[in-house]
């Protein structure tokens, strides 16, 4: 099985061998089932092993200033600034790369929506740095990633109810609260949903741990495997197309939009100095 882990700053492949190999026992073959055709018999060495994409969705990072930040000031003079007075933080925006920072008067800051542990340190500097450009003695210290979000679909699909029977140890699966089979692994550090359309959702330390996560789990949900449905292949064509789904509430019809992303583009692409402009005034 190979597990591939797509981010912005490049692919990394990842390989625990073939786990499709079959032994035989020559003992309770009969002679005259043995096929002599030779395009049989090389067909499955021809076979390539199963190739698993890893999406990073999000990578959560804290890092400090080292300063005592005024929110009433950085409101008022900084860009893409929303100040939350009830809960006491601030909450800025960036363009490049598109992460969100929450932060506290202490200098404490959490960056989120990176998809990669890199983009992720870029965009805390940059954050610094635009504390700076408002006056701050900030100094960028005590980085560091929280949590990984990742997801990948396996090739087929899963009996999660006999999976989760099997490892009831490390499995929790409760359909009246979730879809999807909670498995919690202790090395590496990472927790699980498993659904039984193929999706699997990864949250753990650092991208590694996804990766290797996936790797781990992939011989024990191939156990299960079964046919996908056409209900499954459609609702994995309109998650790949990033159709909109719509639910309905008895009479209501709520419609969800997952490319969010897209809102962002109404903003201009100017130089990334620009991110950081503080001269506009928020009054």
């Known amino acids: 099985m190979m597990a591939t882990a797509i981010q912005n700053n490049g692919i990394e492949s990842l390989a625990n061998g073939n786990i499709n190999h079959v ?45 005592h930040l005024n929110l009433r000031q950085i409101a008022l003079n900084g860009a893409n600034v ?17 992460t969100t920072a929450s932060m506290w008067s202490s200098g404490k800051i959490t960056c989120t929506g990176a998809t990669s542990e890199e983009q992720a340190k870029i965009a ?3 954050f610094a740095r635009c504390l700076q450009k408002l006056g701050f003695k900030a100094r960028f210290n005590n ?32 359909p009246e609260l979730h879809p999807g089979v909670t498995y919690k692994l202790t090395e590496p550090k990472a927790t699980l949903k498993i659904f039984s359309t193929g999706s699997v959702t990864v949250t753990a330390p650092s991208v590694a741990d996804v990766q290797a996560a996936i790797e781990h789990i992939f011989p024990l949900v191939y156990e299960y495997r079964k046919e996908r449905t056409k209900e499954d292949l459609l609702a994995m064509q309109l998650r790949r197309k990033g159709q909109k789904r719509k639910r309905s509430f008895a009479h209501i019809e709520v419609e969800d939009n997952e490319d969010y992303d897209d809102e962002m583009e109404i903003l201009s692409d100017e130089d990334e100095d620009d991110n950081c402009d503080s001269d506009k005034s928020w009054d």
Not at 40 to 66: G, H, K, L, Y
Not at 83 to 98: A, H
Not at 154 to 164: D, E, G, H, L, Q
């Open 143 to 174: 980085f560091r990633v929280v949590n990984v979000l990742g997801t990948c679909s396996m090739p087929f699909a899963i009996k999660i109810m006999a999976f989760s029977e099997r490892y009831k140890e490390h499995a929790d699966y409760e």
């Open 23 to 67: 032994e035989v026992n020559e003992t309770h073959v009969e002679p005259n089932s043995i096929s002599t055709d030779t395009a049989a018999t090389e067909a499955p060495a021809e076979a390539d092993p199963p190739e698993i994409d890893i999406v990073i969705n999000n990578v959560v990072c804290s890092f400090s200033v080292r300063c």
């Open 124 to 126: 805390a500097r940059r």
């Open 82 to 98: 929303e100040y939350r007075r009830e809960n006491g933080m601030i909450t800025m925006k960036l363009r490049k790369p598109y």
